[in-house]
């Protein structure tokens, strides 16, 4: 029992390491902010947040810094040009 335990651990390490293998197609995060806490994320081919910023402009601080973090596992439409 303990030893397919084992392999499931050391196969999950190595899948860790591979962030290719993760494909992301829709996430939400809270995200805490420097004026307070956002709900972002990235639905249906879309990047969102509550901050009145991305309102107005289509993206902020929040959903870059979630994509430069995310950025292996994201489809490639979903990597704004300016966060490369």
């Not at 972002?40 to 009145?52: F, K």
Request: proline content about 4%; glycine content about 10%.
């Amino acid at each position: 029992m303990y030893s397919s335990l084992i392999g499931k651990i050391e196969k999950a390490n190595r899948y860790a390491t591979e962030t290719r293998r993760i494909n992301i197609s829709g996430i939400e995060v809270g995200f805490d902010g420097d004026n307070g806490p956002h709900q972002t994320g990235y639905r249906d081919g879309e990047w969102h947040c509550s901050c009145e910023y991305f309102s107005h402009n289509g993206l902020c601080a929040h959903t870059i810094a979630l994509q430069k973090v995310l950025a292996p596992m994201l489809p490639e439409e979903a990597i704004q040009t300016l966060v490369i």
